[in-house]
């Protein structure tokens, strides 16, 4: 069983430019969250997603970010204008139903310059 | 609002010798999650252990432990017999139950296991 993919690993953007993060849950998960780790930090919850739902996006900026979970196909966590305060880790994690075990993918770096 | 602090930040032990990681966390539910993630150098995020707050009972798996305590509202882990392999960041975690699923971290303890 495969656990939580997320692509790319690693993800250079210059300032104003547009990221796209995506995680693909492990088999049977169909609930998705986001995390932000900052350098030397710990991670910091952003959305929870299920299939076609945001259901908790309370620790997501108001402004430029945005995730979603379509019917078919991967989580997106989106990011427009990138300003270099977004470079941090991004994990994503899964879990088969609420308050189960959230596993997470190897996340991914993204670097503004 | 839920908490987790790790007050160690750094922990540098000789390989071999036994190691304790802090978690002191705050909640005001009755029903919550407690967890420990693993996050070697290569990055990624290991999960290591879930406990819920009904479940008071030390574990052991092999040269790991944890011991919860709700009087000190700690859930404190053990390395026993250190390895250079276990070197790593340690997280430490808590979810309230229904409609908060979210994980609130603590910052994280540093150990370092010198051979």
């Known amino acids: 069983n495969a656990g939580v993919m997320q692509n790319p690993r690693h993800l250079v953007r210059r300032r104003g430019q547009e990221a796209r993060l995506r995680c693909s849950p492990m088999k049977g998960h169909s609930h998705v969250y986001w995390y932000r780790q900052l350098p030397e930090e710990g991670l910091k919850f952003m959305v929870y997603?299920?299939?076609?739902?945001?259901?908790?996006e309370s620790g997501m900026p108001k402004e430029r970010f945005s995730a979603e979970f379509p019917k078919e196909g991967p989580s997106i966590l989106r990011i427009q204008q990138v300003v270099r305060g977004d470079s941090a880790a991004y994990f994503c994690?899964?879990?088969?139903?609420?308050?189960?075990?959230?596993?997470f993918g190897p996340g991914t770096r993204l670097l503004v310059l | 609002a839920q908490k987790v602090t790790q007050a160690q930040t750094e922990i540098s032990v000789v390989e071999k010798e036994d190691v304790t990681l802090d978690c002191v966390y705050e909640t005001r539910d009755t029903t919550y999650y407690l967890f420990w993630y693993k996050q070697p150098p290569s990055g990624e995020l290991v999960f290591l252990i879930r406990r819920n707050s009904f479940d008071e009972q030390n574990e052991i798996s092999g040269r790991y432990s944890w011991n919860f305590q709700k009087s000190t509202s700690s859930f404190n882990f053990t390395i026993t017999a250190s390895q250079v392999v276990d070197s790593a960041v340690y997280f430490c975690?808590?979810?309230?139950?229904?409609?908060?699923?979210?994980?609130?971290f603590g910052t994280g303890t540093r150990l370092t296991i010198i051979p």
């Open positions: 975690a808590l979810s309230e139950q229904w409609g908060n699923e979210k994980l609130t």
């Open positions: 997603l299920q299939k076609e739902n945001i259901i908790d």
């Open positions: 994690a899964s879990s088969p139903s609420p308050q189960e075990t959230q596993y």
